[in-house]
Nanobody, 124 residues
Framework: EVQLVESGGGLVQAGGSLRLSCAAS????????VAWFRQAPGKEREGVSC????????HYADSVKGRFTISRDNAKNTVYLQMNSLKPEDTAVYFC?????????????????WGQGTQVTVSS
């Protein structure tokens, strides 16, 4: 059974940083692309960043480019999201997700296994 468990969310002031973690189990983590999504109140879920399985190639949404960094540790079955220079508009529930059909970032529509999410709140 695929399990994705996020942690690291919290309350931070604008300009601050947080590091999210997602521990994965139930599948061969190193073989697949994983991603971070977020959903703010009243808004649709949006893809934030994804990372390939092996070469570490990444993709970022324009809204977070230059501020967020996705990484993965295949030995620990964990994906991270380092978030710097946080803004109030980054406030959302953040989810990690698995695309179990591709090893590369093939598009945010392919991710169909989800964690429970972790709340990130950025105060102004």
């Amino acid at each position: 059974e695929v399990q994705l468990v996020e942690s690291g969310g919290g309350l931070v002031q604008a300009g601050g940083s947080l590091r999210l973690s997602c521990a994965a189990s139930g599948f061969t983590f190193r073989d697949y692309s994983v991603a971070w999504f977020r959903q703010a109140p009243g808004k649709e879920r949006e893809g934030v960043s994804c990372i390939n399985s092996s070469d570490g190639s990444t993709h970022y949404a324009d809204s977070v480019k230059g501020r967020f960094t996705i990484s993965r540790d295949n030995a620990k079955n964990t994906v991270y999201l380092q978030m710097n220079s946080l803004k109030p508009e980054d406030t959302a529930v953040y989810f990690c997700a698995l695309d179990n059909r591709h090893y590369y970032c093939s598009g945010y529509g392919w991710y169909d296994y989800w964690g429970q999410g972790t709340q990130v709140t950025v105060s102004s």
